[in-house]
C-alpha cells in the first residue's frame, strides 16, 4: 500500500457506512458534529496498518484473520475514556448514604447473617471509578453491625467495550498526576507507592473488583445478577434516545429491590419506569427500584 502523508477527505456516504457500522456493533451514535473525532481517530489507526482508503480499511474489519482484533483495537480508539478518581463526590455520597441505609435496615432484625452490597460500575473504563466506589463502601459506618457481631462484604463488577482500558484498570496502577483528587488519607491507607511517580491500588480492594468486558447494547443476553447499586454515568451520551430507554430498562431488571440507579444529569430526561422512582437531589439522576 501506498506511504501517504494526509488521507483524503471523508465524504457524506463515507461517514454514514461508518456511522451505521459504529452504532450497529456497539450501539454507539456518532452525531455529524463528531465527524472530525472519527476521521482523526481513523487517521491514525489506517496509519498504524498502512491503509490509504477508508473502504479498504472498513473492509479490513470484516474479513480475514485478526479482524476481530482490529475492530478491538479500534474501538479502544473511539470509545472515550474520559475519567478520574472522585469524578462526582456527590453521587459517590449517594452511594455511600443508601449502602449505609441498607445496614441499618439490616440491623433492625437481630440476625447472625452478614450484610452484603453489590455494586455495578457500567462504562469504568480504566477503573478510576470503580476503585472511588471501593474505596466510599470501605468508609461506611458499620458500628451498628459490629455490635452485632456481624460482617459487611462488598463486591464492585465494572463493565466496559474496551479491553485495554479493561486491563489497566485490572492492574490498578496509576500515576500520581491521576490521584490528585485522591485525599492524602486514602492514598495512604488504599495504594501502595511504585517507583517512578507511580501508585497501585493495595489488593484489600483489587480483591473486591471483577472487571468484564461486555457491550451496554448486548446486556438483554447477559446474566441478570442482581445488583443493590448500578452506577452508570456519561455513557448514555453516546447512544441515542431510544437505546437509551432499553438500555434503563435493562438496569432495572438487574437491580435489587430497594436498589439504587444513578445517571449521569441529563442523560436520560423524563425517565418513566413503573418499577422506579426518583430520588429527590439536587445535584444527580438518580432512581430507587421498589420493593426495599
Known amino acids: 500500500m501506498a506511504a501517504f502523508e494526509q488521507l483524503p477527505e471523508m465524504n457524506s456516504e463515507e461517514f454514514y457506512r461508518w456511522q451505521q457500522l459504529l452504532e450497529q456493533r456497539t450501539g454507539v451514535w456518532l452525531s455529524e458534529n463528531r465527524k472530525s473525532f472519527l476521521v482523526t481517530n481513523l487517521a491514525q489507526r489506517m496509519r498504524e496498518r498502512g491503509f490509504d482508503r477508508y473502504q479498504d480499511y472498513f473492509d479490513s474489519l470484516d474479513s480475514g484473520v485478526g479482524s476481530a482484533l ?8 473511539l470509545t472515550v475514556h474520559e475519567t478520574r478518581f472522585f469524578r462526582d463526590q456527590a453521587s459517590m455520597d449517594l452511594v455511600r448514604n443508601h449502602v449505609e441505609k441498607l445496614i441499618s435496615k439490616a440491623t433492625a432484625v437481630e440476625s447472625g447473617e452478614p450484610v452484603n452490597a453489590q455494586v455495578w460500575s457500567v462504562g469504568c473504563s480504566t477503573g478510576e471509578e470503580v476503585y472511588s466506589l471501593a474505596m466510599v463502601l470501605s468508609e461506611v459506618n458499620t458500628s451498628a453491625l ?54 497501585q491500588v493495595k ?38 434516545n431510544a437505546r437509551r430507554e432499553e438500555i434503563v430498562k435493562q438496569f432495572v431488571n438487574r437491580l435489587a429491590p430497594g436498589g439504587l440507579l444513578i445517571l449521569g444529569p441529563g442523560e436520560l430526561n423524563n425517565l418513566s419506569h413503573p418499577l422506579i422512582e426518583k430520588v429527590s437531589t439536587k445535584h444527580c439522576q438518580a432512581y430507587l427500584r421498589a420493593g426495599g
Open 70 to 77: 482490529e475492530w478491538a483495537n479500534l474501538i479502544d480508539l
Open 146 to 199: 459490629d455490635k452485632q457481631g456481624r460482617n459487611f462484604y462488598f463486591g464492585l463488577t465494572g463493565v466496559d467495550i474496551s479491553f485495554p482500558a479493561l486491563a489497566q484498570a485490572r492492574e490498578g496502577i496509576y500515576h500520581q498526576r491521576k490521584l490528585l483528587s485522591v485525599p492524602a488519607i486514602m492514598l495512604e491507607e488504599y495504594f501502595d507507592s511504585l517507583a517512578d511517580g507511580y501508585y
Open 203 to 240: 489488593n484489600q480492594l483489587r480483591h473486591r473488583t471483577c472487571f468484564v468486558q461486555a457491550n451496554v447494547q448486548e446486556l438483554e443476553s447477559a446474566p441478570k445478577q442482581l445488583y443493590d447499586v448500578i452506577y452508570c454515568q456519561n455513557v448514555l451520551i453516546y447512544f441515542q
